[in-house]
């Protein structure tokens, strides 16, 4: 039987415990599930693509079927490259909701084979965001129980507060 593949893009900067919940989830469910970091040049990340790609790597180190890649151009062409026929979103609050819907209906529109597939939120992380982790640790606040403990790390070294 064919293998089911799945994409997982993000920004990731850094990955948090969300994000983290939604891969273990995947990864259950896809046979092969790449994580497709996005170099993405309009924003300004806080970690550089191999940071991020490296702090990805060592939190899901435990899931053999979980690979990670940088991506910069269409995902609808990362994913023909990778015959993946699904991308993976998170769904949080009700915010994520429009502009997820506006992405997934492009993507359909440049790729009508590629399936979108939504996954709910733990109710723990429903507003936990990498950018709400960056402004806390930015502060000397405790990001612990909310980011992997190689990010929670890489934050306290970025901001001198080891
Ligand atoms: P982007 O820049 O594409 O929004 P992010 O890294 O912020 O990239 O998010 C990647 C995906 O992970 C998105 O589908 C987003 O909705 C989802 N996500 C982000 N945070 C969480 C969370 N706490 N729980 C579940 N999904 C999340």
Do not use: C, W
């Not at 023909?80 to 699904?86: D, F, R, Y």
């Not at 405790?142 to 001198?160: C, F, G, I, Q, S």
């Amino acid at each position: 039987m064919k293998d089911k593949i799945a994409v997982y893009p993000g920004t990731f900067d850094p990955i948090t415990n969300g994000h983290l919940n939604i891969i273990e989830r995947a990864a259950k469910t896809f046979d092969i599930l790449y994580i497709s970091v996005l170099n993405n040049s309009s924003k300004k990340p806080l970690f550089s693509l191999t940071e991020r790609m490296e702090l990805i790597k060592e939190a899901t180190d435990h899931l053999p079927n979980v690979l990670v890649e940088s991506s910069a151009g269409l995902l609808v062409d990362y994913a023909k490259e990778k015959s993946a026929h699904a991308v993976i979103r998170g769904l949080r609050a009700v915010s994520d909701f429009e502009y997820e819907l506006q992405i997934a209906a492009m993507n359909r529109t440049l790729d009508p084979e590629l399936e979108t597939f939504f996954m709910m939120t733990s109710p723990n992380y429903s507003f936990l965001s990498s950018s709400i982790v960056r402004e806390v640790a930015s502060y000397g606040g405790n990001v612990t129980e909310l980011v992997p403990a190689v990010v929670d790390r890489a934050l306290k070294a970025k901001y001198h507060k080891e």
